[in-house]
């Protein structure tokens, strides 16, 4: 039994965010949040490990990590709370993360895919940086560590995407010529496209996921994190991010408000029949056409499977 929620009461405009539930113990509770240095993924586990579960964070930069760890256990009191690296933009980096993982950790509970990136560039094996990092990573992940989520049931897998995946779409006749979800050199409109076509990914890939996970006693989500002023353009041109910053400050959602519908999916008892959906405000919600299409969700994960040598 973990928790039981409220937060679809809550005001979630502004920074005065009750916790949605205080007194439930994590003990024994063994949980992974990638890109958990900051942000969002940072206030997840600071809620976790007040909580107080295992909370490992899987992140790229060490220095930033390590900062988070001290910060997360001197405000939780927890020690439990430790850094493992992680690259997501680096596949043989996701296998190095799980073999030290399997071999340290006797259990999972919950996987928080929870690290995003909007920009340009390349991952080490030549993927457009968006979906290299915000889907293939994360479903090199999850599945490396399925079965140790499966020994540890009843446990999830929480996957955070976001709103704008209902303007995103698929073209695999791209993908599979130059690895990238857009063509053409980058520039602001296309790394937003990018970035919107690989949270239609996450969508996709927690449906045909629930799929495959049917009678295992694991289930996942992924959902909307409301429009939080996190780190992640920070890989836009400066021009841009001085663009957004004042609108930033004043109309989006701080990282702990960000959270909240995360630790929803994470910490709400009696969701496992919703496996597969996907959740916004701490709440159900629809998605778009493309991303109720089972067809396409098979085809991206039989690509995924293949991109990444599964």
Same mark, same amino acid.
């Not at 259990?107 to 030549?126: C, H, K, M, S």
């Given at each position: 039994?973990? %928790?039981?929620?409220?937060?679809?009461?809550?005001n979630l405009t502004t920074s005065n965010i009750f916790s949605l539930c205080v007194c439930f113990s994590f003990c024994n509770i063994t949980l992974v949040c990638a890109g958990s240095n900051t942000g969002i993924g940072k206030a997840t586990a600071l809620d976790l490990a007040k909580r107080g579960a295992r909370v490992i964070l899987a992140c790229r930069s060490r220095e930033r990590a390590e900062a988070a760890v001290y910060d997360i256990r001197r405000e939780s009191g927890n020690n439990q709370v430790?850094?493992?690296?992680?690259?997501?933009?680096?596949?043989?980096?996701?296998?190095?993360?799980?073999?030290?993982?399997?071999?340290?950790?006797?259990?999972?509970?919950?996987?928080?895919?929870?690290?995003?990136?909007?920009?340009?560039?390349?991952?080490?094996?030549?993927?457009?940086?968006?979906?290299?990092?915000?889907?293939?990573?994360?479903?090199? #992940?999850?599945?490396?560590l399925l079965e140790?989520?499966?020994?540890?049931?009843?446990?999830?897998?929480?996957?955070?995407?976001?709103?704008?995946?209902?303007?995103?779409?698929?073209?695999?006749?791209?993908?599979?010529s130059t690895k990238d979800l857009v063509q053409g050199d980058r520039n602001t409109l296309?790394? $937003?496209? *990018?970035?919107a076509h690989s949270k239609l990914c996450n969508v996709l890939f927690t449906r045909e996921l629930a799929n495959q996970l049917e009678g295992t006693n694991v289930s996942c989500f992924c959902l909307h994190p409301g429009v939080v002023q996190t780190e992640l353009g920070r890989n836009m041109s400066l021009i841009h991010q001085l663009l957004v910053l004042p609108? *930033?400050?004043?109309?989006?959602?701080?990282?702990?408000?960000?959270?909240?519908?995360?630790l929803? %999916?994470?910490l709400k008892e009696g969701l496992e029949p919703l496996s597969g959906r996907y959740f916004?405000? %701490?709440?159900? *919600?629809?998605?778009?056409?493309?991303?109720?299409?089972?067809?396409?969700?098979?085809? $991206?994960?039989? #690509?995924?499977?293949? #991109?990444?040598?599964?």
């Open positions: 039994m973990w %928790c039981v929620n409220s937060c679809s009461n809550h430790l850094f493992m690296p992680l690259d997501l933009s680096s596949l043989q980096s996701v296998r190095d993360f799980v073999e030290t993982f399997l071999k340290t950790e006797p259990r999972l509970d919950f996987l928080i895919n929870n690290a995003g990136i909007v920009g340009p560039g390349r991952t080490q094996e030549g993927f457009g940086m968006e979906f290299g990092v915000n889907h293939l990573g994360h479903f090199l #992940l999850t599945l490396l140790r989520l499966k020994q540890s049931a009843p446990s999830r897998v929480v996957t955070v995407s976001s709103l704008v995946h209902l303007l995103g779409h698929i073209d695999f006749k791209l993908l599979e296309k790394n $937003l496209q *990018a970035y609108i *930033a400050k004043l109309f989006f959602l701080d990282p702990e408000g960000g959270a909240q519908t995360t929803h %999916c994470v916004s405000r %701490c709440a159900v *919600a629809q998605v778009s056409a493309k991303g109720r299409d089972d067809a396409l969700a098979k085809k $991206l994960w039989e #690509l995924s499977e293949r #991109l990444t040598g599964i």
